[in-house]
């Protein structure tokens, strides 16, 4: 009877020494799987933050153009800006690079305008090109969100400044 017992006792102590290296193996297996699921959920909810800021940047520089378009745009601006006058009646100029705070936004606008006309017709247009750029941040880091939008737009008016003076014939 011992001399079953001691082959019995010899196999048990062999497979003691295996089972603890597997264990500490599949641990770190899933420690380190554990880490990079941290890191891909991290990784997502950075990069959808700043998707959902980014929309907003371009929300607010669509709303710093809007402003931009609607100071040139105006019909009932008849400012004359020279050297419109009196070559130019009641045509707006660009008006001044402006930093507006949209929703927590620095928003930049800005406009350079060319004026033109056409030989033998009794009209002027001026061309407008206007560039809204909305920041949040500094400049560098993760967090930083900019977005530029742009428009050309252009306003025409007879050179007398009669009627109709807001649209040429």
């Avoid at 603890?20 to 959920?41: D, G, K, R």
């Avoid at 928003?107 to 056409?118: K, L, M, P, R, T």
């Amino acid at each position: 009877m011992s001399h079953l017992s001691l082959p019995g006792r010899r196999i048990r102590e062999a497979s003691d020494g295996f089972v603890l290296p597997s264990a500490i193996f599949l641990l770190v297996i899933l420690a380190a799987l554990a880490a990079f699921m941290v890191t891909i959920s991290t990784t997502q909810s950075t990069t959808s933050a700043q998707d959902v800021q980014g929309a907003r940047a371009y929300h607010a520089a669509r709303a710093g153009l809007e402003w931009g378009l609607y100071q040139v745009l105006d019909p009932t601006n008849a400012t004359v800006v020279a050297p419109a006058a009196p070559a130019w009646p009641n045509m707006p100029g660009c008006p001044a690079a402006t930093v507006l705070t949209i929703e927590g936004f620095g928003v930049a606008v800005s406009c350079v305008s060319s004026d033109y006309s056409e030989a033998g017709l009794n009209r002027r247009i001026r061309v407008f090109h206007l560039v809204s750029r909305a920041s949040l941040g500094v400049v560098g880091t993760a967090l930083y969100i900019e977005r530029e939008v742009a428009v050309t737009a252009s306003k025409c008016r007879t050179l007398d400044g009669a009627a109709p003076d807001y649209a040429c014939p």
